[in-house]
């Protein structure tokens, strides 16, 4: 098993989909996480009571990460629980599915001020409050290489917290923290599934080298091992998980 046993670990996004099974499978493994939500109050509670039921534990702890307070309280609240935190994992994130002409100033600015600046913030507090031999795990996405029509804006947001991925693992590296991010593939979550047909959902599908798209329990345990000890000479780098994802 992968040494995360008393691991303190922020989960972003944590209340439902990937982020939860993430939340789940690092407490299972041992760790205390913290499920963070933004606005899903009984949806978090019920992966922090999912957790205390197998054994595990987990504190429920609401911030919008695109704001820098809420993401100061966020590490407050960590630590005042736990006393420290060793790993991050920014899975909070927004999908706006649009052709580039059709997208609007307000469809581009949640995108970024969700997806980098969320993913911004949380790093820039974790360079002086992530405990030394820490983790921070980023999430991008596969689609950034097939260039499918509509996801412009959404590809462009993880282009960018790849390239902060590798730039913070070089400076935060004298700490002894490792730094790198995990692409999913189309995944069965509501973020992904909402407003797409079978046949859009079967067409994506059709992408990977097993004719599916993924499941959350495809992603948790690689974020698991990415958290553990066992992986700390992985840095700066960008992990596919999309099944051969074209």
Avoid: C, H
């Avoid at 809420?70 to 649009?98: C, Q, S, W």
């Amino acid at each position: 098993m992968s040494t995360v046993k008393n691991k303190i670990v922020i989960v972003t996004g944590a209340s439902r989909g990937i982020g939860a099974a993430i939340a789940q499978s690092l407490a299972q493994a041992g760790a205390k996480v913290i499920v963070n939500y933004a606005g899903s109050r009984a949806s978090a509670e019920e992966v922090v009571n999912n957790i205390v039921a197998a054994g595990g534990q987990a504190k429920a702890v609401q911030a919008d990460v695109s704001k820098p307070a809420d993401v100061d309280r966020l590490f407050d609240e960590a630590i005042a629980a736990y006393g420290r935190v060793d790993v991050l994992v920014n899975n909070a994130g927004i999908m706006i599915v649009k052709p580039l002409s059709e997208t609007t100033d307000e469809d581009f600015t949640r995108q970024f001020d969700i997806n980098v600046r969320g993913t911004f913030n949380t790093m820039r507090a974790a360079a002086t409050r992530l405990a030394d031999n820490g983790t921070i795990i980023n999430f991008s996405t596969s689609v950034n290489r097939p260039m499918l029509p509509g996801y412009a804006t959404y590809a462009a947001t993880k282009s960018a917290v790849e390239q902060l991925t590798r730039v913070f693992a070089k400076e935060v590296g004298k700490r002894n923290i490792n730094v790198n991010s995990v692409s999913p593939g189309p995944t069965n979550t509501e973020l992904f599934t909402n407003g797409k047909s079978d046949k859009v959902i079967g067409r994506l599908a059709a992408l990977s080298a097993f004719n599916r798209i993924g499941e959350p329990s495809d992603i948790a345990p690689v974020v698991t091992f990415l958290a553990s000890d066992e992986a700390k000479w992985i840095s700066a780098q960008n992990i596919g998980l999309n099944g051969a994802m074209a």
